[in-house]
């Protein structure tokens, strides 16, 4: 089976840091597209950021751009993200998820697998 496990969140004050880190197994995950989304609370799931394909390609929302990167260590099987400059409204839970796509999902319920999630809290 497909295993996602996020680790790296935390509290910080406006303009910090953070990586978050999603250790996944599976016999074929290597392969898959992976994503970070994120849910504050009283609010839908967002998109926050995707890298696939061989090349690793990514793509970012408009929200984050210039301030989060997400990049990959294949030969583990783990994803990071990267955020700096953190404002208070990048405060949510943080999701892994991945899918066996070779093309770009940003909606959440395209993905087939999903992490516990991790909270991120940035204070003003």
């Known amino acids: 089976q497909v295993q996602l496990v996020e680790s790296g969140g935390g509290l910080v004050q406006a303009g910090g840091s953070l990586r978050l880190s999603c250790a996944a197994s599976?016999?074929?995950?290597?392969?898959?597209?992976r994503a970070w989304f994120r849910q504050a609370p009283g609010k839908e799931r967002e998109f926050v950021a995707t890298?696939?394909?061989?090349?690793?390609?990514?793509y970012y929302a408009d929200s984050v751009k210039g301030r989060f990167t997400i990049s990959r260590d294949s030969a583990k099987n783990t994803v990071f993200l990267q955020m700096v400059s953190l404002k208070p409204e990048d405060t949510a839970v943080y999701y892994c998820?991945?899918?066996?796509?070779?093309?770009?999902?940003?909606?959440?319920?395209?993905?087939?697998?999903w992490g516990q999630g991790t909270q991120v809290t940035v204070s003003s």
């Open positions: 998820a991945a899918d066996p796509s070779i093309s770009i999902t940003t909606t959440p319920s395209r993905y087939r697998y």
């Open positions: 890298i696939w394909g061989s090349a690793g390609s990514t």
């Open positions: 599976g016999r074929t995950f290597s392969s898959y597209t």
